[in-house]
T-cell receptor, first 108, second 114 residues
């Protein structure tokens, strides 16, 4: 079965601290994985995708097929990073299977 | 250019009534998706359109839910005989093709069934 698990509902850190949002997946085949972010009162937006191997707003995520993980990391959190983060897996039709989401709260 | 738009932004309806939610995708985007975002269930896939066809309707929760797309553009999601558990934010997204991943979500329609 295709599934995405984000074990933390809430992650609270202080500004300047490192952040790691966990994501594990279950998928038979070669997955395409994404992180989405939803800031307060804004629409859901794509943060990054694993095939691009890019860094957006200081965030990176590495696909670990052995551990079936795609954790999102940032070395120094900023207050403006406070948002809801969703990990998602794409099927071959582009349909997305989302994790339950993690609220990141960055305290001053 | 304009992004994905949805209307209405908010809809309050009485239990048992029918509602129609509209999605205007980005021009030229052939793939269109509906999702539902609710507190208990997170973000759930409902239906996928490629052009006017819906090859994947696996996420529609019951036969009260239906959707159509016309002219390869606008899509409407219809919920008949609404129930309180239908209360959620309904999101629409579009993309150039099914394999491209989806980066274009609409603002959503917040449906409240009283």
């Amino acid at each position: 079965a295709q599934r995405v698990t984000q074990p933390e509902k809430l992650l609270s850190v202080f500004k300047g601290a490192p952040v790691e949002l966990k994501c594990n997946y279950s998928y038979s085949g070669s997955p395409e994985l994404f992180w989405y972010v939803q800031y307060s009162r804004q629409r859901l937006q794509l943060l990054l995708r694993h095939i691009s191997r890019e860094s957006i707003k200081g965030f990176t995520a590495d696909l670990n097929k052995g551990e079936t993980s795609f954790h999102l990391k940032k070395p120094f959190a900023q207050e403006e990073d406070s948002a809801m983060y969703y990990c998602a897996l794409s099927s071959n039709t582009g349909k997305l299977i989302f994790g339950q989401g993690t609220t990141l709260q960055v305290k001053p | 250019g304009a992004g994905v738009s949805q209307s209405p932004s908010n809809k309050v309806t009485e239990k048992g009534k029918d509602v129609e939610l509209r999605c205007d995708p980005i021009s030229g985007h052939t793939a269109l998706y509906w999702y539902r975002q609710s507190l208990g269930q997170g973000l759930e896939f409902l239906i996928y359109f490629q052009g006017n066809s819906a090859p994947d309707k696996s996420g529609l929760p019951s036969d009260r839910f239906s959707a159509e797309r016309t002219g390869g553009s606008v899509s409407t999601l219809t919920i008949q005989r609404t129930q309180q558990e239908d209360s959620a934010v309904y999101l629409c997204a579009s993309s150039l093709g099914g394999l491209a991943g989806v980066g274009n979500f609409g603002p959503g329609t917040r449906l409240t069934v009283t």
